[in-house]
């Protein structure tokens, strides 16, 4: 990856309410070579630190409680002397509105959730090169005044590394809009001639055509940013240019803007719905125009952006896929051989207790990697629809006492006296139970009884499990529907008991009670 062309002694601020997100995107920083890096829990507290030093960047998630990501993008820039604060958003979904939102409010760059480290990389260098020169005096401004401790970081600091080329990276946002090309489509030469030149002096490349035939044969051979299209034209008029462009996949997307005359509500209407992002009547304002033209070639590119990462996160959801089959039959196999060298050196009465010890440790810590790996390709196999378990009868008690073997010793199990038949798969349910027995464990203190109760209620068996303290809030509201995978690691293991359930056609609830966690698991009776 290439280095980063930035001054690494530069404060920066990341803004998000997930703690284990901060943490992330600091450490991404840190890796990256940053030795002031600061964090806010709530866009308040960013506020805060703003108010009372000097940043360099901010790097905010966008939903938030309280004062959202881009409520606090409009506080800098209303509130803040450096109204070109670089300011990168971190929204979690695609989404038109916000990004225009965004955009409007002047962000600097967005970047999807979950976005891959070369890609952070890429904006990261693209936030601070967009500004130029300015960015270079600012950043010499703040650390004038940073205070002294800050100052004494930065100068023991490792120093900027030299400017290098980031190979197979996008250029900034705004470096492309400053040489954006637009295609200027008029039947009358004294209209192009002013539009021409009005955007020449803004630094843009121009093209021209003087009939909507010939603009259809330019732009597959010298395809533009941008189109400005009239509408009463001879021949072809602008309306059928606009429908042959957007009936194509290869010019589909380039933005359209109509100029005309025509100011009627149903030539607007009519132009608008062919998939034209803007309508201008003439005569042309050159103020209003330009601002509309930057506004849609900004959007353009961001959404450009978005399709590029949309593809991106196509592309790791199947690598995710790879890695979770890679997982599951490349790991299991070599984890089976550790685990049966393991049983045996254990079984060796001559080894001696040290050494004993030691290969306890080991058998256990490959028997949680086998446990994990395979709950790994299960839930990957739910949440796509493809898990398809096959239903058998499943006596219960046995099945229990080999799920709780690996807490039994450390909290004894109480195991229901009732015999009991399940409708279910053997495999999943062994991993259903031995999940909760663990998350029991891990959240009671050593010696504390976990108990389980069954009762036949109608075609299911009611299964209870309870144990000592409150279930962590995360997940009990894991149990209440979440959809998707928590970050919170806390609710994982309910997150995954509860697809475990689902899967075979059974339930998983957080009853009531103020002293003990009890979970309500129902199953199919057999």
């Known amino acids: 990856m290439p280095a980063l062309n930035i001054d690494l002694s530069l404060p920066l601020l990341v803004v998000d309410d997930n703690q284990q997100m901060r943490s992330v995107v600091k450490g991404i920083l840190a890796d990256l070579g940053f030795v002031n890096v600061f964090l806010a829990g709530s866009g308040e507290e960013a506020c805060r630190i703003l108010n009372e030093r000097p940043i360099a960047a901010v790097i905010s998630d966008l939903d938030m409680p309280g004062m959202s990501g881009l409520q ?3 506080w800098v820039r209303a509130n803040l002397a450096d109204a070109e604060l670089p300011f990168m958003l971190l929204p979690s979904e695609a989404n038109r509105d916000g990004l225009r939102a965004a955009t409007q409010a002047g962000v600097t760059d967005c970047l999807i959730k979950p976005f891959t480290l070369a890609t952070f990389h890429s904006k990261l260098q693209a936030m601070f090169q ?3 020169d300015a960015a270079v005096k600012r950043a010499a401004v703040r650390r004038a ?13 490792p120093p900027a590394p030299a400017a290098a080329p980031l190979i197979g990276l996008e250029r900034p946002l705004e470096e ?3 040489e954006a090309t637009v295609l200027v489509v008029d039947d009358i030469a004294t209209n192009i001639k002013v539009i021409a030149g009005m955007l020449a002096e803004d630094g843009y490349g121009v093209k021209v055509a003087i009939s909507g035939r010939k603009a259809l044969e330019i732009i597959p051979v010298h395809r533009p940013d941008i189109i400005l299209l009239d509408v009463m034209m001879p021949e072809m008029d602008g309306f059928e240019v606009c429908r042959r462009l957007k009936a194509d996949p290869a010019t589909a997307d380039i933005p359209v803007i109509f100029l005309s005359a025509k100011d009627q509500a149903e030539d607007i209407v009519g132009g608008l719905e062919l998939g034209a992002v803007d309508y201008v009547t003439k005569p ?3 103020a209003i125009l330009k601002a509309r033209l930057r506004t849609h070639l900004r959007l353009a590119g961001m959404m450009a952006e978005l399709r590029r990462q949309n593809a991106a996160v196509a592309d790791n959801a199947h690598l995710r896929e790879e890695v979770e089959r890679l997982s599951r039959y490349d790991l299991a196999a070599p984890l089976a051989e550790v685990l049966d060298a393991s049983a045996r050196l254990l079984a060796d009465p001559a080894l001696a207790p040290p050494q004993r010890e030691r290969m306890a440790a080991l058998d256990e810590a490959a028997r949680r990697a ?10 990957c196999r739910i949440e796509q629809g493809a898990s398809r378990p096959h239903a058998e009868q499943v006596a219960l008690h046995p099945l ?8 039994a010793a450390s909290h004894p199990v109480m195991l229901p006296a009732q015999p009991a038949t399940l409708l279910a798969n053997g495999t ?4 259903l139970f031995e999940h909760l027995a663990l998350n029991a464990a891990a959240h009671t203190p050593a010696g504390t009884s976990i108990v389980l109760g069954a009762t036949l209620d109608g075609g299911h068996w009611a299964l209870t499990l309870e144990y000592a303290g409150v279930l962590p809030a995360a997940q009990r509201a894991c149990l209440q529907g979440q959809a998707g995978r928590p970050d919170d690691e806390q609710a994982l293991p309910m997150y995954a008991a509860r697809l475990l359930a689902q899967v075979q056609g059974g339930t998983l609830a957080a009853l009531d009670d103020s002293a003990r966690s009890r979970l309500l698991l129902r199953l199919p009776a057999g």
């Open 72 to 74: 606090l993008l409009q």
């Open 130 to 132: 967009s500004r130029g």
């Open 145 to 157: 005044a940073m205070p002294a401790a800050s100052a004494a970081s930065a100068v023991s600091a």
């Open 176 to 178: 492309r809009l400053r």
């Open 284 to 286: 042309v304002d050159p």
């Open 370 to 379: 086998l446990r994990l790996t395979s709950l790994s390709l299960e839930l």
């Open 400 to 407: 229990l006492a080999r799920a709780t073997m690996a807490v």
């Open 428 to 431: 999943l349910c062994h991993m």
